[in-house]
């Protein structure tokens, strides 16, 4: 007996504009909710704090960095997991939450500026309540293990700033902390690359995500993990064993990260460490092994991760990428 699949609708008229309008508010909604959003840019006179969120932070060495936000017109606060000593950690994990804590709910702070990597973030991040965050969105900054913080943020719909530590400022080079005073101040963010024998040519535009290769591993299947589908994935790591490379690219593979991107951003791949019996690529030919089924751009070397030049990153921000045997460019979209 045929049945009429639009009976039920033709029946229930009153019923179908309703429905119709509840599928229009839900579409809306979803792509709302797929729109970064852009804390505001610093202005001189705005207050910047410095906090550990990992390793603790114990030398009096944050002078240089102080003297550094003064002269571009910031105050500064230290926050109190400055100096705290807890085996590696700086204090406690409820120590260092409350301080983060702190620093996000205080209206007069515009940034939090982590001090260093090392590993703990991830110890805190379910300790922080992000309601007066969403209410007034301010700029956290770092890189490393901060990269819990930027994925987590990015799955909330906020931007952050992958770049250079507090600690670093003295031995970092100048291109790297003009690139942060360009990020946190909202001028035009342009990056043009030297080529590199290995990048595979090509244009992608689309949302950056990313950062450490090991945080992001480690936070696959966890509520901090970042959706890659159509975004520009970065990565870099430290110290790592080569086979541990090739194990975290391919987790990111088989978990469908790869084969939903648009292109990749591969920073620095710094102090890799090999067995006695050779894995017999290096960290660049792993990246290059496992994404060469995927007809996307890859750039390499790009500075930026565990290198002396650590240029900033504006994460959650839509960027374009030109991989040509010429120069390679990264713009970072106006929001």
């Not at 509840?22 to 001189?44: E, G, R």
């Not at 309540?129 to 943020?153: E, Y």
Request: a neutral charge.
């Amino acid at each position: 007996m045929y049945t009429n699949p639009f009976s039920f609708i033709q029946k229930q008229g009153a019923l179908y504009p309703l429905l119709l309008l509840i599928f229009v508010l839900q579409s809306i909604n979803s792509q709302a909710q797929t729109t970064m959003i852009t804390p505001p840019y610093l202005q001189k006179g705005d207050t910047i704090a410095i906090v550990a969120t990992a390793r603790k932070n114990v030398d009096d060495n944050l002078k240089p960095t102080i003297d550094l936000l003064h002269s571009w017109g910031l105050e500064v606060v230290v926050g109190s997991t400055i100096g705290l000593d807890l085996n590696q950690l700086a204090g406690t994990d409820e120590q260092r939450a409350a301080d983060f804590q702190h620093q996000m709910d205080n209206p007069n702070i515009k940034a939090i500026w982590c001090a260093r990597g090392g590993y703990g973030t991830v110890r805190m991040i379910d300790l922080l309540d992000f309601t007066k965050f969403k209410q007034h969105p301010k700029w956290i900054v770092g890189f490393s293990d901060v990269t819990v913080l930027h994925n987590h943020l990015n799955t909330m719909g906020y931007k952050s700033i992958h770049g250079t530590m507090p600690v670093s400022v003295e031995k970092t080079a100048a291109e790297s902390i003009s690139s942060l005073r360009t990020a946190l101040f909202g001028d035009p963010l342009v990056y043009k690359i030297d080529p590199f024998p290995m990048n595979r040519f090509g244009k992608a535009t689309g949302e950056l995500v990313g950062g450490n290769l090991s945080i992001l591993y480690s936070l696959l299947g966890s509520k901090s993990a970042i959706d890659c589908t159509d975004k520009i994935l970065f990565i870099e790591d430290l110290d790592e064993y080569l086979y541990h490379i090739d194990r975290m690219m391919m987790n990111l593979k088989r978990n469908g990260c790869l084969e939903s991107i648009k292109g990749i951003i591969v920073g620095g791949m710094t102090k890799m460490k090999d067995n006695d019996i050779p894995w017999g690529k290096n960290a660049n030919e792993i990246v290059q092994d496992v994404t060469k089924i995927y007809n996307i751009p890859v750039l390499y070397n790009f500075p930026a991760g565990h290198v002396h030049d650590n240029r900033a990153l504006i994460m959650g921000n839509i960027v374009s990428m030109d991989v040509n045997e010429n120069c390679n460019t990264v713009i970072f979209k106006a929001p």
